[in-house]
Each structure stands twice: as structure tokens, then as C-alpha cells.
């Protein structure tokens, strides 16, 4: 289906996503200023009604604390260890939870599932536990739904997560090394069966060697019918 929804997403680069729904703003995990591939500054974001972070890494959580602090969002979703982390420095409104659990997050769905992946916290150059990483499944209140896979390996539970949630849009990392390569994504996005996927994790950083056009090929070579969806950073795709 489509959304009937106004829906747009925008790809700050790296794996932040900024989600434009209706009226409302979700950014799925908070790197934005100290982002090398983003051309914007934490400043820019004129509003951030709803956060979810996928894990504790730099590059996914570095900007929560400040965005969160200026932005002041209805809620800030992970897991339980994260949003402890965050409330430990003064971040309010958080909504820990687990895989598998749903809640509703600015009247849509939002589902945790498994991401193969570590995760930890840099306090100060101290470590901290950064629970469990995870991926989101959000499903709009019109029945839309996309798929933020964080990151992660290829697993195949994801098969699940596409019968179980239909997921219409994925997120997926295909940069390698420290993610899936656009090989292993594209088995993903078999595992999946969604209609487009928009790959991120890529291109930030040159240990980061997967691109776009690798993905493409090898979605080719399965057979499988999926638009790749190509974004610069900054750039939008509306469904």
C-alpha cells in the first residue's frame, strides 16, 4: 500500500533519518553535527518531536543529549540501558524498552526488533553498557510501514520481521566492515520483500566500501524486484 499519510524522509547521512510525519518529526538515531556527512548542524533542526536510537555507538547517539535537551521531544525511545544513560544526563521524557516490545510513539506503532550488533557508550572516554542494539519497525497509524535495520549483520530472522511486520521500506546499512556488505543486504532485502529500500551506513567514512550501485548488481543477480532508492545526504524521498 501507500501512505495516505504525509510522509518524508530525509537522510541526514550516515544512518540518521529524519521522518517528516504530517505535522510531526522523528529522527531515528542522533548524529547530526559531528557528522561528516551532513551538512548541517544541530542548530538547523528546528524541531524533533519523537527520537529513537537504535544502539549506544558515536555515530548513532553522539547529538541525542543536545538535541533532546533543546528540541524538548514528547519521547525518546531505546532500550532500557540507553534511555538510563540518557536520563542520567537530564534527557526527559524517555521510553526504554526491549526486543519485541511495541509502544505507541506520536500515534504510530513503533516495534524493536533484533539487530546483530554491539553496542556501548562513550561517557567521557569511559564505557559504558549500551544494552542491546536493535533495529525499528514503525507502522504508521494509516498502516504504512518502514523498517530501520540500525546496525547490522544479515540474519535470518529478518524473514520474520517481513512476514511478521510487512515492512514496505528499509533502511539498510551496506557499508561494510563494521555492517552488512551490499551483498549480505541484499539478501536482505529478499528476506524482507519490501518494495524499496534506501541504503545507509555507506560512504561516510573510506573503511566504509560499500555503495549503491554494488547493491543494485548483486539485487540483480537474486532476482529480486526492489527499488534502490539513491540519497545524497540531505537529500528526501517521499513514498
Not at 50 to 62: P, Q, S, Y
Not at 76 to 105: A, R, Y
Request: charged share 20%.
Amino acid at each position: 500500500m501507500t501512505t495516505e499519510t504525509a510522509v518524508r524522509f530525509i537522510w541526514l547521512g550516515h544512518s540518521t533519518v529524519q521522518c517528516d510525519i504530517g505535522d510531526t518529526t522523528m529522527l531515528i538515531d542522533a548524529w547530526v553535527e559531528h557528522n561528516p556527512a551532513c551538512d548541517l548542524d544541530n542548530a538547523d533542526l528546528e524541531r524533533v518531536d519523537a527520537m529513537l536510537i537504535t544502539h549506544g555507538h558515536f555515530d548513532h547517539i553522539d547529538d541525542a543529549v543536545e538535541l533532546a535537551t533543546r528540541c524538548e521531544p514528547e519521547i525518546v525511545v531505546s532500550n532500557f540501558e540507553i534511555c538510563s544513560w540518557l536520563e542520567s544526563k537530564g534527557v526527559q521524557n524517555t521510553s526504554g524498552m526491549n526486543v519485541g516490545g511495541t509502544q505507541d510513539v506520536l500515534g504510530h506503532e513503533v516495534t524493536m526488533v533484533q539487530a546483530i550488533h554491539s553496542s556501548g557508550i562513550d561517557d567521557g572516554g569511559h564505557f559504558v553498557p549500551g544494552g542491546l542494539a536493535a533495529g525499528y519497525v514503525v507502522r504508521l497509524a494509516d498502516g504504512f510501514s518502514f523498517y530501520h535495520a540500525g546496525d547490522t549483520a544479515l540474519f535470518s530472522d529478518m524473514q520474520l520481521i517481513g512476514e511478521f511486520y510487512r515492512p514496505e521500506l528499509a533502511f539498510l546499512p551496506i557499508g561494510d566492515h563494521f555492517t552488512m556488505n551490499p551483498r549480505q543486504a541484499a539478501w536482505a532485502t529478499r528476506f524482507l520483500q519490501v518494495r524499496q529500500v534506501i541504503p545507509i551506513h555507506w560512504g561516510t567514512f573510506p573503511i566504509l566500501k560499500g555503495v549503491p550501485d554494488d547493491l543494485e548488481h548483486e539485487l540483480a543477480d537474486l532476482g529480486v524486484d526492489c527499488e534502490v532508492v539513491r540519497l545524497e545526504p540531505g537529500g528526501s524521498y517521499t513514498p
